[in-house]
């Protein structure tokens, strides 16, 4: 028989996920290992984090697909995001249970990538 854990209802929620879509980006820098590499090591501190490890930036695909993606963990989580060089486009997430503020994140992301247009969503995760 399946023993059922007992919930605490005092956690407001488990996680905080930043989603930032942007648009026609800076198509030097999306294209530079090294700024990318700067601006995670940026965003880590800005946003209080600790890195758990180097961060993986590998460029892969073909045709639209083509481009860096970045995998940063954090000891309370993640940050990833995917560089499309056929557009100058960027989609990070960036995903914690510690609290963030979602401005300091995308002040970094401006001053590295200067995008034309961003989208964001935020959301609080609790299962």
Request: glycine share 4%; proline share 2%.
């Amino acid at each position: 028989m399946a023993q059922t854990r007992k919930r605490s209802s005092r956690r407001a929620c488990w996680g905080y996920h930043l989603i930032v879509d942007a648009r026609d980006c800076d198509l030097n820098a999306i294209r530079s290992k090294e700024t990318i590499r700067a601006f995670v090591k940026e965003l880590v501190k800005e946003i209080d984090m600790v890195a758990f490890g180097p961060p993986q930036i590998v460029m892969f695909g073909t045709g639209n697909k083509k481009g860096y993606t970045l995998v940063q963990l954090i000891e309370t989580s993640c940050i990833s995001a995917h560089f499309v060089e056929e557009f100058n486009d960027v989609y990070l997430d960036v995903f914690s249970c510690k609290a963030f503020k979602q401005d300091d994140a995308l002040a970094v992301f401006q001053k590295y990538f200067g995008p034309a247009s961003v989208k964001t969503r935020f959301l609080t995760r609790k299962a």
